[in-house]
């Protein structure tokens, strides 16, 4: 009976909390920008409160319990959302950006978050799937779902080849390198002519499905949605299964290994640990998402150019890595989509843009250096061996 009432506690208690993170991300979308800041204000507030007073842990405890109630609560807003918000065209826009972004910093999250490298060339990733796709649909008249199939392909076979030497250094001079290609990529964009050199690509084609254009819009139980609202259910339709392919890694061997690679490189090697290997695979993997978001990006924008894919743009994706909290995938995506929706409404500052963007992040990771969301440490039982069927309890530092 205590039992019941204690998992009937935990129920309530994800379900609480989940709402409330649904009405607390609606407000942050839909209020000005004094309001959004107050709200991530206050949410940040809450967070550390929250931990201070030792009551953070039985809340990851009960989501842990109870994770498809909560699952359950964020579809269901979701896809609620463009209702919610009245087929606002803009608020939309936001939204799928943010959603565009998110799949962005799973990716980087892989690098940055679970094997500790640190990525200045994201926007280089990101801009490989764009231009490729692009440049595949409006020259050479290929389908935007192939073109963007390509993207994904192309920046992953990017990432390899860039990795397999960029991998013969660490640390900071990692980071040095990824900065060289990120300069690199932004050069070659700005003076190879057939890749729109500053002028960028326009008139990228839509998708389309079954002869219907994602620039229409669309009559859903009798309220007409903007044409966002197609990239919107899409982008978030793939930023789920972006989500359930990290987290599946992350509880996989894999994350095991990226994370055992984080803490202590050459412990990790004594234990077996193909380093190359393993640090290859973050590097292609996060460089796929990154160009499969770019893909999204050229063809729900229709046009791109190498301003989309500088060096602050990368700088962007790292923020909202620590700002969400590193190594940990629900926290990348709520970095992701608070720091668009502020990025967003900040537009009105115009040159004073990025200095008060600048100043907002500071501050939060000075209050908040983890990250709103911080990786927890890994809890694992009865882990089975395949010789002597014994049972162990292995502990790692890690979400």
């Given at each position: ?116 490298m640190v990525n200045f060339a994201t926007a280089a990733f990101f801009g490989t799937g764009a231009y490729t796709s692009a440049l595949l649909a409006a020259k050479f008249s290929i389908s935007p779902w192939l073109g963007t199939v390509s993207g994904f392909l192309m920046a992953a076979v990017l990432g390899l080849l860039f990795g397999i030497p960029a991998l013969k ?173 502020v990025d967003e409404k900040l537009r009105d500052f115009a040159d004073y843009r990025m200095l008060m963007y600048s100043l907002i992040l500071i501050i939060i990771l000075l209050a908040r250096s983890q990250g709103l969301l911080p990786k927890r440490i890994r809890k694992y039982g009865k882990l089975k061996f395949s010789k002597n069927k014994a049972t162990s309890n ?6």
């Amino acid at each position: 009976m205590q039992r019941a009432s204690f998992a009937s506690k935990n129920s309530l208690v994800t379900l609480l909390v989940s709402v409330l993170g649904c009405v607390f991300l609606y407000f942050a979308v839909v209020g000005s920008l004094t309001m959004s800041l107050t709200i991530i204000g206050l949410g940040l507030a809450v967070i550390v409160f929250s931990e201070f007073m030792g009551k953070a842990e039985p809340i990851h405890t009960a989501f842990g319990e109870h994770r498809s109630l909560g699952i359950a609560v964020m579809i269901l807003f979701v896809l609620a959302l463009p209702f919610l918000l009245n087929g606002n065209n803009y608020l939309l826009h936001i939204v799928v950006m943010g959603g565009i972004y998110s799949i962005v910093a799973l990716g980087l999250n892989f690098q940055m978050g679970s094997t500790g490298m640190v990525n200045f060339a994201t926007a280089a990733f990101f801009g490989t799937g764009a231009y490729t796709s692009a440049l595949l649909a409006a020259k050479f008249s290929i389908s935007p779902w192939l073109g963007t199939v390509s993207g994904f392909l192309m920046a992953a076979v990017l990432g390899l080849l860039f990795g397999i030497p960029a991998l013969k250094t660490r640390g900071y001079y990692l980071s040095l390198v990824t900065m060289a290609l990120q300069v690199i990529f932004t050069l070659m964009i700005i003076n190879t002519s057939w890749l729109g050199g500053p002028n960028g690509v326009p008139g990228i084609p839509a998708y389309s499905l079954a002869g219907f254009s994602f620039k229409t819009s669309i009559m859903l139980f009798g309220m007409k949605l903007p044409y966002q609202a197609n990239y919107y259910y899409l982008v978030f339709g793939l930023l789920g299964l972006a989500v359930l392919v990290a987290a599946r890694l992350y509880n996989s061997h894999v994350g095991l290994a990226w994370n055992a690679i984080e803490q202590d490189e050459i412990v990790a090697v004594t234990q077996g640990i193909n380093q190359t290997k393993v640090k290859l695979l973050a590097f292609a993997l996060g460089a796929a998402f990154a160009g499969l978001a770019g893909a999204l990006y050229g063809h729900y924008t229709s046009f791109i150019g190498v301003e989309n894919f500088d060096f602050s743009i990368s700088l962007i994706f790292i923020c909202m890595v620590l700002l969400g909290g590193m190594d940990n995938v629900l926290g990348v995506v709520l970095g992701a989509v608070l720091l668009t929706i502020v990025d967003e409404k900040l537009r009105d500052f115009a040159d004073y843009r990025m200095l008060m963007y600048s100043l907002i992040l500071i501050i939060i990771l000075l209050a908040r250096s983890q990250g709103l969301l911080p990786k927890r440490i890994r809890k694992y039982g009865k882990l089975k061996f395949s010789k002597n069927k014994a049972t162990s309890n292995v502990r790692m530092g890690g979400n």
